[in-house]
């Protein structure tokens, strides 16, 4: 059964720096997801994005972040200048058309030094 | 707009007992119900759906949940459990497109 996939599985970083993380959702499917769990707490939706646009957001999802579909098969966050408590499990999730449910990623550690 | 409510954030049940993980949603339109279990530093995996079809619902490793409109709850169960099912369980809803709303989540401890 086709999976979506995350890279890289855990990325340190420096605190200030830049970083992207990778998704690539199942081949089909239209609408994507990213979410995050800060450790010991519960998943956060972060942004949805749906026809090359994000179609909704939430408060956490500042100007620090961004997504882009850059070719028709990756989904990428950014976080252009990382903080501290940025650090958490970031998830990928994409839906197709037919099934309302989204299908997540097995995530990637994202830690914040 | 829609919420999730895990009425318990640790449960503990003896190995071979009964598990029971509570949930009650609200959503303005008709939802889509799912449970995850998710390990120590590991991902997330779907242990059942509804999706508007069968009210019961079976799922993997022995756990069902029934969706009942008129409670607005969608309450996990298992028979019998077993060591390998503790665990952090979430609840969440989501309406067609939209996002996926996690409740808190439930810390189920199974004791030898």
């Known amino acids: 059964e086709p999976e979506v996939t995350q890279t890289p599985s855990h990325q340190v970083t420096q605190m200030g720096q830049e970083v992207i993380l990778r998704c690539v959702p199942i081949?089909?499917?239209?609408?994507f997801y990213w979410y995050r769990q800060i450790l010991g707490q519960k998943v956060e939706f972060l942004v949805s994005?749906?026809?090359?646009?994000?179609?909704?957001k939430s408060e956490i999802f500042d100007d620090q972040f961004s997504v882009e579909r850059p070719d028709g098969s990756n989904f990428t966050l950014k976080i252009r200048s990382t903080k501290l408590e940025d650090s958490a499990m970031y998830f990928c999730a994409s839906k197709g058309w037919a099934r309302n449910e989204q299908f997540f990623g097995p995530g990637t550690r994202l830690t914040v030094l | 707009a829609q919420s999730v409510t895990q009425l318990d954030s640790h449960v503990s049940v003896s190995e071979g007992t009964p598990v029971l993980l509570r949930c009650n949603y609200s959503?303005?339109?008709?939802?889509?119900l799912f449970w995850y279990v998710q390990h120590p530093n590991k991902g997330l995996q779907l242990l059942l759906k509804?999706?508007?079809?069968?009210?019961l619902v079976k799922g993997i490793n022995g756990f069902e949940a029934e969706f009942k409109k008129s409670e607005t709850s969608f309450h996990l169960t298992k028979p019998s459990a077993h060591m390998s099912d503790a665990a952090e369980y979430f609840c969440v809803v989501s309406v067609s497109a939209g996002k996926s709303t996690f409740g808190d989540g439930t810390t189920l401890t199974v004791k030898p």
């Open positions: 509804y999706t508007s079809a069968a009210t």
């Open positions: 959503s303005s339109y008709s939802p889509s």
């Open positions: 081949s089909n499917h239209l609408y």
């Open positions: 994005f749906y026809n090359n646009e994000i179609s909704e």
